[in-house]
């Protein structure tokens, strides 16, 4: 069975500080999605990693896929408080698309 | 553009009673999967169509069935609740063929069971 370990689980810091979220596992994937998720909608997918070594940036947010595929991770400089939410990564787990997911992290940024 | 819409957004549903979920994914997009997330944890998979047809199929309960129409909407039908379906339900839409890089979710179905 496939499965993707998230941590740090819950995590609150200040306005300005930065931060890094870990996603692991013992199993390879073709890839992985981090996904932010606001309270009572649907997850809203950030990026989608694919290659070992990927290193994708989107304005202050740093993903990176390892280099064994197995493991991810999301660093965010200078969090703002709009950045608070949930994040999940996601492995895509077979040829159907289906998608296995972290436990989350629930980030909260106070001003 | 045109977004993944699910439908009814909330619902309450007495145990033992039945409640049917749906889900009309993005134009265009030929499959669709089903998630449920309770309280506080990640979304599961529950099951996926492609063309009409189941392509895969996850922790869903007997009591739960599911299908994909002709206009590629699907349906998810629950039965006998319980109070742990007590949850949201999210559908996901993709066109084949192109990974995980082209899902999108819905805004989801909050299912409440009293």
């Known amino acids: 069975t496939q499965l993707l370990e998230q941590s740090p689980q819950f995590l609150s810091i200040q306005e300005g500080e930065n931060l890094t979220v870990y996603c692991n596992s013992s199993?390879?994937?073709?890839?992985l999605q981090w996904y932010r998720q606001e309270p009572g909608e649907g997850p809203v997918l950030l990026v989608t990693?694919?290659?070992?070594?990927e290193v994708k940036k989107l304005k202050r947010l740093t993903f990176q896929f390892g280099d064994a595929r197995k493991d991810s991770s999301l660093h965010i400089t200078a969090a703002q408080p709009g950045d608070t939410g949930l994040y999940l990564c996601?492995?895509?787990?077979?040829?159907?698309?289906?998608?296995?997911f972290g436990q989350g992290t629930t980030l909260q940024v106070k001003p | 553009a045109a977004g993944v819409i699910q439908s009814p957004r909330h619902l309450i549903k007495e145990k033992r009673e039945t409640a049917t979920l749906k889900c009309y994914p993005i134009?265009?997009?030929?499959?669709v999967y089903w998630y449920q997330q309770g309280p506080g944890q990640d979304p599961q998979f529950l099951i996926s169509?492609?063309?009409?047809?189941?392509?895969d199929k996850g922790s869903i309960p007997d009591r739960f069935s599911a299908q994909q129409f002709s206009d590629y909407h699907s349906e998810l039908n629950m039965s006998s609740l319980e109070l742990g379906d007590s949850a949201l339900y999210f559908c996901?839409?993709?066109?084949?063929?192109?990974?995980?890089?082209?899902?999108?979710f819905g805004s989801g179905t909050r299912l409440t069971v009293v």
């Open positions: 996901a839409s993709r066109p084949s063929g192109t990974g995980v890089e082209g899902y999108t």
């Open positions: 199993s390879v994937f073709s890839s």
């Open positions: 990693v694919v290659t070992g070594g």
């Open positions: 996601a492995g895509g787990a077979s040829n159907t698309g289906k998608l296995i």
């Open positions: 134009p265009r997009h030929d499959t």
């Open positions: 169509f492609y063309e009409k047809m189941q392509s």
